[in-house]
């Protein structure tokens, strides 16, 4: 296989355009089938396509939608079709109205069912196709190709294609902690005080300098008792030990005074 894909957004659809229909009554449809369905959504206004060739005598180019017939015009519910680069002939291999959907923590299956029936191969059931869309944050869809045709068997045989998009991805957790976002609380709480506050003292009290502050004189008295707190708590001798030094006093230099003034008394 030599395959050759590519992809183009649509203009705008008619507005008639059918979508999936998961096998089964309405009722019995899921909500998780509901959800995954609405997950593929911005992929349903894209065409992808893949060309196939085998060696010299067999080409094939797959045009493939998401939830939206390939050739509207044509009501055939084709959602994954065909097409033989030598003849022209086309073939649905999956239709719409007979999708089935799941998923897993990384990855979306899609299946069409109700293809075109094989001839000779696969006891002439009809074809289906299976399409693994599998998570790549930050492109939308990309990468569409076939893997391969499985048509040996007796039964259940299928064509199985792959592509990237973010629509697979699981929601990004939270790197954030309880404590980070306890401190981004409190840091915001603290952001919209002051600047509250600041603005309410200007612009209605009109109080100017630094009684601008929100609750000036409480946290002026507040920093002095934490200032007298961290000195009665860190002071290391009592209040009452003497010191380890004498200072000059007064009566030192009396005595001081006296004593030098001796030699110059008359002899």
């Given at each position: 296989?030599?395959?050759?894909?590519s992809?183009?957004?649509?203009?705008?659809?008619?507005?008639?355009?059918?979508?999936?229909?998961?096998i089964?009554?309405?009722?019995?449809?899921?909500?998780?089938?509901?959800?995954?369905?609405k997950?593929?959504?911005?992929?349903?206004?894209?065409?992808?396509?893949?060309?196939?060739e085998k060696?010299?005598?067999e080409?094939?180019?797959?045009h493939?939608?998401?939830c939206?017939?390939?050739?509207?015009?044509l009501?055939?519910?084709?959602g994954?079709?065909?097409?033989?680069?030598?003849?022209?002939?086309?073939?649905?291999?999956?239709?719409?109205?007979?999708?089935q959907?799941?998923?897993?923590?990384?990855?979306?299956?899609?299946i069409?069912?109700?293809?075109?029936?094989?001839?000779?191969?696969c006891?002439?059931?009809?074809?289906?196709?299976v399409?693994?869309?599998?998570?790549?944050?930050?492109?939308?869809?990309?990468?569409?190709?076939?893997?391969s045709e499985?048509r040996e068997?007796?039964?259940?045989?299928?064509?199985?294609?792959?592509?990237?998009?973010?629509?697979a991805?699981?929601?990004?957790?939270?790197?954030?902690s309880?404590?980070?976002i306890?401190?981004?609380t409190f840091?915001?709480?603290?952001?919209?005080?002051?600047?509250?506050?600041?603005?309410?003292?200007?612009?209605?009290?009109g109080?100017k300098?630094?009684?601008q502050?929100?609750?000036?004189?409480?946290?002026q008295?507040?920093g002095?008792?934490?200032?007298?707190?961290?000195?009665?708590?860190?002071?290391?001798?009592?209040?009452?030990a003497p010191?380890?030094?004498?200072?000059?006093?007064?009566?030192?230099?009396?005595?001081?005074?006296?004593?030098?003034?001796?030699?110059?008394l008359?002899?």
């Amino acid at each position: 296989l030599f395959p050759v894909s590519s992809l183009h957004e649509t203009g705008a659809e008619q507005s008639e355009e059918r979508s999936c229909d998961v096998i089964g009554d309405e009722s019995s449809e899921s909500q998780m089938e509901r959800a995954l369905l609405k997950k593929l959504e911005p992929l349903s206004h894209m065409r992808f396509n893949v060309t196939v060739e085998k060696g010299k005598t067999e080409s094939y180019v797959y045009h493939f939608r998401v939830c939206r017939e390939v050739n509207s015009t044509l009501h055939d519910f084709g959602g994954l079709v065909q097409i033989d680069r030598h003849n022209g002939k086309t073939t649905v291999i999956g239709r719409i109205n007979e999708t089935q959907v799941f998923n897993g923590s990384d990855w979306i299956m899609l299946i069409y069912k109700g293809g075109d029936s094989y001839g000779r191969h696969c006891s002439g059931e009809k074809r289906r196709a299976v399409i693994m869309i599998s998570c790549k944050r930050g492109v939308t869809a990309s990468s569409f190709s076939i893997i391969s045709e499985e048509r040996e068997k007796e039964q259940e045989c299928f064509y199985l294609f792959e592509m990237d998009s973010s629509v697979a991805c699981p929601a990004e957790d939270s790197h954030l902690s309880v404590g980070s976002i306890l401190l981004i609380t409190f840091v915001s709480l603290i952001a919209v005080y002051i600047i509250g506050g600041f603005l309410y003292q200007r612009l209605v009290v009109g109080a100017k300098g630094m009684e601008q502050i929100p609750h000036f004189a409480f946290w002026q008295d507040l920093g002095n008792l934490v200032a007298d707190g961290c000195d009665f708590v860190c002071r290391s001798k009592p209040r009452n030990a003497p010191a380890a030094y004498r200072g000059v006093g007064d009566d030192q230099l009396g005595e001081e005074s006296e004593e030098r003034d001796d030699h110059l008394l008359p002899m």
